[in-house]
């Protein structure tokens, strides 16, 4: 994916997180919960 060149993160990952906190009422600090439990370490402040 080219949309996401010099980015710190894949594309696949950064497309999960917009699809959950666009799909579903959470805060940046439930979806970066989200991403830890699946092995994604990434800050809330980042997102």
């Given at each position: ?8 993160f ?38």
């Amino acid at each position: 994916m080219t949309d996401f060149k010099w980015r710190h993160f894949q594309g696949d990952v950064i497309l999960w997180a917009v699809r959950w906190y666009c799909r579903y009422p959470i805060s940046y600090r439930d979806l970066e919960e989200m991403l830890a439990e699946r092995g994604i370490s990434v800050d809330h402040t980042t997102i």
